[in-house]
């Protein structure tokens, strides 16, 4: 039987850099490459829309993934007031039912050590995208997407039942998730305990999956894992708060 905490519990994937002067044409590239690179992975991520006031109105404004149109849609989040701040764009994957949905919330541009540049995507909890979605295999190609598109800072994928566990969530410090995803500007990482998984994604860092099997915060021997990784990467210097960028 199915925990029922873990029934409960929500997931998240988040991309992370800190201040990086990019236009909105810098922007949409990446965006584009992101969502190009997400549609192969599962049909969770294979089309978007622009926020709306309801559904309905959501529904009536799908997002044509062109390099062009994403421009067009990333200038439409141009802070008015603040250049340095960037953009900011909200999409959501159209999904019929809420807790099977799929939101993006990007932070992009932005040059301001004030505000952290960021890629989220709110991943659905239950119901047959979830059960897709919340894979290993998904994810870690979900996490590869972001590092390449992104170039962040880190990435990860947790629970955030786990976060709320956690006595710091400030997105200036790198957290222990499921999968976890470091800039190998950050350094080497070193061996770690079984079951954990270490790769490199390109040339641009490494990727860690802490478990083949579904990350929850109801199963103490994965909260612990997750503390062990993390004293273990703490140690190696490779936890540093995020650094402004030149």
């Not at 997002?63 to 200038?75: F, S, W």
Request: charge should be neutral; hydrophobic fraction near 35%; charged fraction near 30%.
């Amino acid at each position: 039987m199915t925990d029922p905490i873990e029934e409960e519990e929500s997931y998240f994937a988040g991309a992370y850099w800190g201040a990086r002067k990019e236009s909105s044409e810098e922007c949409a590239a990446r965006l584009e490459a992101f969502f190009r690179r997400i549609a192969h992975l599962d049909p969770a991520f294979a089309r978007w829309f622009r926020q709306g006031k309801s559904r309905a109105d959501a529904l009536k404004h799908p997002i044509d993934a062109t390099l062009v149109d994403l421009e067009k849609l990333i200038r439409r989040g141009k802070d008015r007031v603040v250049e340095e701040l960037g953009y900011r764009v909200g999409a959501w994957n159209g999904a019929t039912d809420d807790e099977d949905g799929c939101s993006l919330k990007l932070t992009c541009g932005g040059s301001s050590p004030r505000v952290s540049n960021s890629c989220v995507l709110e991943l659905p909890s239950r119901g047959p995208n979830a059960a897709r979605v919340l894979t290993e295999p998904v994810l870690r190609g979900l996490m590869k997407s972001m590092a390449t598109a992104w170039e962040p800072d880190f990435a990860v994928v947790m629970s955030s039942t786990h976060l709320r566990m956690l006595r710091d969530n400030d997105p200036a410090e790198i957290w222990p998730g499921w999968l976890i995803y470091l800039s190998r500007h950050r350094g080497t990482v070193p061996p770690l305990p079984a079951p954990v998984s270490i790769e490199s994604v390109e040339d641009k860092g490494t990727l860690i999956v802490l478990t083949r099997e579904r990350f929850t915060a109801s199963k103490s021997e994965h909260v612990t894992l997750a503390e062990r990784v993390r004293e273990r990467l703490d140690r190696e210097g490779l936890l540093k708060s995020l650094q402004v960028q030149s």
